[in-house]
């Protein structure tokens, strides 16, 4: 292995390159959280348009695509690698564990990111099979014949069963994110005495941000319909 | 109440590859001014009277500096008491009638060799590996030469106050030594001394961390908490500055 690979495979390594792709996805789940507004803010015609915008972009989707899916591998990847590696370092348990306390950051998020993401990722197959490979509806908008992905939507959330799993997995995704935020800045060294405090309020508050976005918008569909 | 009784719950385990268990034993009237480690000798005689074998652990100081006493206590490295090494906690810190659990430090870059006592030369061969400085030895230098801010050399003071005791290895969910590696190389990087030597001493120690067998920081910070130096694990995000430049830069 190369000096460059064998130090991204370290500990240290693996750790900054699970924290650097995991700020990425979140930047990615901002930029969806504003989109997805188009649905409750916006006329049925904008929100289309802009879906149909993103799926016209033709080779740079294509890029864009690949480069998510080689953030979300790295991410997974090192995950699995830092979970195996746990079970490795402590073949035999303790018969009597107790949590330290404060300054100690453990905590049920902290303690499943593993579960968490695991269930986000199974989540994430799920759902772009629900819509982006879903059902093809189309519509015309302005001349131009295009998916009409605002029905599909407002159909799927019309279902409980949907809205209700929706909320579970965006709540996991609200803990998942509540140790990842800080914890990624920590992995890449970017923690200091100055910022460590304001780092975590930050992180309780994009995880907050995040899930209740999310949570929000099938509940203010399933109500709507 | 000066003298309490209580239920001990001690790992015994007669050899490296040896199956292990928890072991109870009562002990009665035990002074609630006795050392944690004083009571476990208290047991040892009555162990040896009865002409069983006493429970073996690691001590050596007995006030809180050298690094050589262990014990996971009732779950957490070290027992119950903030910022004290196990040979520092008393017995005043339990009540009466209270079921104490005793185990070894646990990990695989520890293996338990009897007992309750674990070797961590893992810790050595980390050091070994970069945590020290290069200098040709002669006359000791003058005091003040290198000039250090205040706040620099207070620093670099509470990471060297790392005894090396494995308390963090110990509490960590992941078996990880990051805070203690970190704390070497944290220590050296702050010091114009150390700044030579940082890229290939945080290569090196990182390297050999890693070999050791112990798991990857996923940030929990519940070795900080059971220090009984107080470490932060501020210092853990030096170690990964200091080593991904070595990743990125020449």
Redesign the interface.
Known sequence: MSPFLSSLWSSVGKKAMMGLTGLLMIGFLVEHLIGNLLLVFAEPATFNRYAHALTSMGGVLIVAEWILIIILAAHVVSAISVSLGKMRARPEGYKKKASAGPPSRKSVSSMTMIYTGIVLFIFLILHLNTFKYGPNYTTEVDGVVMRDLYKLVYEVFAQPGYTVGYVVIMTLLGFHLRHGFWSAFQSLGLNHPNYYKTLNTLGIFVALLLAFGFIGIPIWIYLSS | MDRISLTL?V?RQKGPSEPGR?VSYELKDISTHMSFLEMLDVLNEQLIHKGEEPVEFDNDCREGICGMCSL?I???PHGPQKSTATCQLHMRKFRDGETI?I?PF????FPIIKDLVVDRSAFDRIIQAGGYVSMNAGGAPDANNIPIAKEIADEAMDAAACIGCGACVA?C????A?LFTAAKISQLALLPQGHPERKRRA?AM??Q??AE??????????C???CPKNI???H?????????R??FTA
Not at chain 2, 173 to 176: E, H, I, L, T, V
Not at chain 2, 213 to 222: I, K, L, M, P
């Open positions: 719950k790992w928890l996971v009732n779950g957490l659990t185990e646990r990990a695989k870059g509490a969910p992941n078996a990880s990051s290569r990182v390297a961390m890693d067998g112990f798991g990857d920081c996923s940030n929990h910070a519940e900080e908490a059971v932060s694990i501020l853990i995000a030096r170690m990964k500055r200091e080593y991904l070595t990743i």
